[in-house]
């Protein structure tokens, strides 16, 4: 998708290892978030960001920690992956539609598999 | 929980046939928004309808609101064999920047 990048597209780790997802836009876009896919239970937000070290917690931000030095690069950190952590996940950003209304763009997703 | 709750939550028709999508969410929103998600791909926004709204058209596809029952349906006309995919439905809270996704329909179109 234009100007949102994820890597990598998939990983497999081991159960205590930490983890880091990167997503990467070159579009300045000021919000970013990061979902998780789950058969069952669609995407749940897991933490998102409003800017610059500005991020706040979704609905499932347990075990996920998230940083954001940069505009363009928004990090998804797995402390101590475990199997519960096996997923699918989405970085997004907000773009404005039209007037303040605003939809999201979607990366290609990682594929992560703690074993 | 999910804000929104989709039915079906599978559909199979064959192509040519119409495709009716349902979404249920839980409280006061800005808009709702239609996205479709192709096998192994992240989601594409496909329409947005704000909460004054009852209907919109976008090509082949009608959305219809109904805020006072909080439900939203989506509509394929002539469906096609690359419409297969899961569609969901999200829902921007007033006050929050950050939608909130329904669990998916996952529609298949039979040639």
């Known amino acids: ?115 | 929980s999910q804000q929104g709750e989709e039915d079906p939550q599978a559909l199979s028709i064959q192509e040519g046939e119409n495709a009716t999508m349902n979404c249920s969410y839980k409280t006061s929103i800005n808009n709702l928004q239609w996205y479709r998600q192709n096998s192994g791909r992240g989601l594409v926004h496909l329409i947005l309808i704000r909460s004054n709204e009852r209907e919109k058209h976008s090509g082949r596809l009608r959305v219809t609101l109904d805020t006072s029952k909080k439900s939203s349906s989506l509509l394929i006309t002539a469906s096609r064999a690359a419409d297969t995919a899961s569609y969901f439905c999200a829902t921007a809270p007033q006050g929050a920047q950050k939608l909130v996704f329904g669990q998916g329909t996952r529609l298949t179109i039979n040639p």
């Open chain 1, 1 to 115: 998708d234009a100007g949102i990048t994820q890597s990598p597209r998939h990983k497999v780790t081991e159960t205590g290892t930490p983890v880091t997802l990167r997503c990467h836009q070159t579009e300045n876009h000021r919000y970013m978030y990061w979902y998780r896919q789950d058969p069952g239970h669609g995407l749940r937000l897991i933490h998102y960001s409003y800017g610059v070290k500005d991020t706040d917690k979704g609905e499932v931000s347990d075990g996920y920690s998230v940083s954001r030095s940069k505009t363009e690069d928004f990090l998804l950190t797995l402390e101590s992956a475990t199997s519960s952590q096996t997923s699918v996940y989405f970085c997004a950003i907000s773009e404005e539609l039209r007037g303040r209304e605003y939809g999201y763009t979607f990366g290609s997703g990682t594929r992560l598999t703690v074993v």
